[in-house]
């Protein structure tokens, strides 16, 4: 079977839209995993733009299945991540102008400060996964590196998937796949897990499922948006009830 994650990250956007207390991030956790949600993704950023410091307290109480949170070496997050200790961590790149994580880390098997920050995780027994581009020479330095997973960046694939409604007769979705193929035989090579993430919807999401060994999906932007379009009636409803 593979674990859905669902990434609630746009919950805490829409709520830190007016810096209040609503929606809650630790709510919508709860509701995913009563739907179903094998993991909740949270991504703690530097400049805190969407899941805040007690948003990550609360879920590590209160998330049953697994916690994945992602973060960025260089930041003050990896010794938040280490009092906290999910179960899960991804590393990944962070720059602050980026509206969501563009491209995958950039790794190679003598980066020291990478390697230490998998260390640390590792020994705190979080397991580490590394956010990459699909490419084999990445997976290898990932394994080089001491991760014991790899999430492959599907945004290129969705792009091409989007510009021709998944044709695959369509040389540039075809490309895409390959690289997701070719970075997946790679994984299973080097003994890692693999995970994908990134643009993935419900209308591409099949697409994806034939990869070798492909373990888990984590999924943010399209389920929070059907989330509230499936939730817009029954919500003006209830006020319109209290109107
Ligand atoms: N995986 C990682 C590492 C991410 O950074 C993101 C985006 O925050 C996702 C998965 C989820 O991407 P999307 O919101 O496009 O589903």
């Known amino acids: 079977m593979i674990h859905l994650g669902v ?3 746009h919950v805490a956007t829409v709520r830190q839209a007016r810096r209040t207390i609503e929606p809650d991030p630790v709510a919508a956790a709860a509701l995913a995993e ?3 949600a094998d993991g909740i993704t949270v991504h703690l950023r530097e400049d805190r733009r969407h899941i805040q410091d007690r948003d990550l307290r609360l879920l590590r109480e209160t998330v049953q299945g697994v ?3 992602e973060l960025a070496v260089e930041s003050g997050v990896v010794d938040i991540a280490l009092a906290t200790k999910p179960q899960q961590a991804c590393i990944v790149p962070e720059r602050r102008q980026e509206v969501t994580t563009e ?3 950039r790794v190679s098997a ?3 400060a990478l390697r230490g920050t998998v260390d640390r995780l590792r020994a705190a027994g979080i397991l580490v996964s590394l956010f990459i ?3 084999p020479a990445t997976v290898a330095a990932a394994q080089a590196v001491g991760a014991e997973a790899v999430e492959l960046h599907t945004g290129a694939w969705a792009e091409a998937w989007l510009a021709c409604r998944g044709r695959d007769d369509d040389a540039a979705l075809r490309r895409q796949v390959e690289r997701l193929e070719a970075a997946a035989h790679a994984a299973g090579e080097h003994g890692l897990r693999l995970h994908a993430g990134h643009g993935i919807t419900y209308r591409n999401v099949g697409d994806l499922l034939h990869l070798p060994l492909l373990r888990e999906l984590n999924i943010g932007h399209s389920i929070i948006s059907r989330a509230v379009l499936v939730g817009m009636e029954r919500a003006v409803r209830d006020m319109k009830d209290l109107i």
């Open 7 to 9: 990434n609630i990250d």
């Open 34 to 36: 009563l739907g179903g």
């Open 67 to 69: 916690l994945n949170l």
């Open 103 to 105: 491209g995958g880390l």
């Open 110 to 112: 003598d980066d020291r």
């Open 133 to 135: 581009e699909p490419d």
